[in-house]
């Protein structure tokens, strides 16, 4: 199957700085990727949508200025916390859908990074 | 509003018995149903995909039904191992190409 990567898978940082969160799609092209969110014990909540080339698409409740979203590629999308603080402190995973994959791949199935786990102190 | 309920208990199964998951949705009329595997600290792996003119769908020991009507879809792992304790996850697609809503997620534990 496709493989997704995120780096870093933790990062324990200082409130007031900014993290990046990268995820790339290694062995396909993902036009589109999806960033969620996920507290302990709780299910995935979707963040945004990022379409390659194009500005993401937030969900309601999700502040664009805070959560940066760049899909600058066909394999590679950023997710940067800006001005980062304790209640940012989560599990962040990305997933990729690529236009459909060579062997036959479901054109809807989404593959998920591994995630980062994101400490703000 | 739109809801997705699963069994929030977590389930405790005997290796080699049958643990039967449920998936629940109210508003809801989704054109494709998933079902996702999760791991402590890990990503979702996908299982299955079931279609909403699809009844049934089976991969290895794993088994999906889709009832529309009940606005039901039901997860079943045969022959269950410790290997597959985790936290299963259903989500629903509107769409071809639309985002995916995720259920609560219930836990499975097999013990041997």
């Known amino acids: 199957g496709a493989v997704v990567s995120q780096h870093p898978s933790r990062v324990i940082c200082k409130s007031g700085t900014s993290v990046k969160i990268e995820c790339r799609s290694l062995?396909?092209?993902?036009?589109?990727m999806f960033w969620y969110r996920q507290f302990p014990k709780k299910s995935l909540m979707l963040m945004a949508t990022?379409?390659?080339?194009?500005?993401?698409?937030?969900e309601q409740g999700v502040e664009k200025d805070k959560f940066l979203i760049n899909h600058a590629s066909l394999t590679l999308s950023t997710l940067t916390v800006t001005s980062a603080h304790p209640e940012d402190s989560s599990f962040y995973i990305c997933?990729?859908?690529?236009?459909?994959?060579?062997?036959?791949?479901?054109?809807?199935?989404?593959?998920f990074g591994p995630g980062t786990r994101l400490t703000v102190l | 509003s739109q809801k997705i309920e699963q069994n929030s208990e977590a389930l405790n199964i005997q290796e080699g018995k049958t643990a039967t998951l449920t998936c629940n949705y109210t508003?809801?009329?989704?054109?494709?149903l998933q079902w996702y595997r999760q791991d402590p600290g890990r990503g979702p792996v996908f299982l299955l995909l079931i279609r909403e003119n699809e009844k049934e769908k089976r991969k290895e020991r794993l088994k999906v039904t889709f009832d529309t009507t009940l606005k039901q879809s039901l997860f079943h792992i045969t022959a269950s191992q410790p290997a597959d304790s985790a936290t299963y996850l259903c989500a629903l697609d509107k769409a071809a190409g639309n985002k995916l809503t995720f259920g609560g997620g219930t836990r499975v534990l097999v013990k041997p």
């Open positions: 062995d396909f092209q993902a036009t589109t």
């Open positions: 990022s379409n390659e080339g194009s500005k993401a698409t937030y």
């Open positions: 997933s990729a859908r690529g236009p459909g994959l060579a062997g036959g791949g479901i054109i809807n199935e989404q593959f």
């Open positions: 508003n809801y009329s989704p054109a494709y």
